[in-house]
């Protein structure tokens, strides 16, 4: 397991960071806004909202509330928002945006911000494509996961995936894997890999097929 940072970050960082065992630990209640220059099908930017769940959030609040007065303030959350934006990097930030099966670059975000609300964290941060990517072309893939299943991302249903500054023409197709069939799917690439060809450490994919996710397209 990868260490987390030490001293006064130690339980954020380490949560956030660290490849772990295949079930989850941490919760996050997700959304993520798909937004357009407004003039156009060309994607302006994303902006991921996660509500992390009561347990992880009440660790963040010990770990960060140096002054015990049992609230985060400003300078604290200012904190929490760059160790977040720190730690999660490696892993482009939870974020995969594909066309067909292909990343695309993004540019990772300035600032994560952090706010404490009803007992729960919520973090909030924007990332913008780092190649040009028109929705009228073809399909565009969003979705949100955790390679090591260590945290894990809850879209309700497609109303989480909203689409703004962008025309009418435009429509969402909202996919939750079938763990059954995505279990079934990934022994079928493992099978078709050559026998010079190794697997890699967290197989074929397989957290990705079980990645709740959005296809969006805008007709022209």
């Not at 660790?59 to 959350?77: I, Q, R, W």
């Not at 069939?181 to 450490?201: C, F, G, H």
Request: aromatic share 10%.
């Amino acid at each position: 397991m990868r260490r987390g940072l030490t001293a006064g970050i130690v339980i954020l960082a380490s949560v956030l960071a660290q490849r772990a065992e295949a079930h989850p630990h941490v919760f996050v209640d997700a959304k993520m806004e798909i937004v357009g220059g407004g003039a156009g099908t060309q994607l302006k930017a994303i902006r991921n909202i996660w509500r992390m769940d009561e347990l992880f959030s009440s660790s963040v609040l010990f770990d960060f509330d140096k002054n015990a007065n049992g609230v985060l303030d400003p300078e604290e959350l200012a904190k929490v928002g760059e160790t977040v934006r720190q730690s999660i990097g490696e892993w482009d930030y939870y974020t995969l945006i594909t066309i067909s099966g292909r990343p695309v670059r993004m540019t990772p975000p300035d600032r994560i911000r952090a706010l404490y609300q009803k007992d729960q964290l919520l973090l909030f941060f924007e990332m913008k494509p780092a190649e040009p990517v028109d929705l009228a072309k073809e399909a565009v893939t969003f979705s949100t996961f955790d390679d090591s299943f260590f945290v894990a991302f809850d879209y309700a249903d497609e109303t989480d995936f909203a689409l703004l500054d962008l025309p009418q023409s435009c429509s969402r197709a909202f996919t939750v894997p079938d763990p059954d069939e995505a279990a079934t799917n990934w022994m079928a690439q493992i099978s078709m890999l050559r026998p010079d060809q190794k697997v890699p450490d967290d197989g074929i994919d397989y957290s990705k097929a079980l990645a709740t996710h959005v296809d969006v397209t805008c007709r022209p």
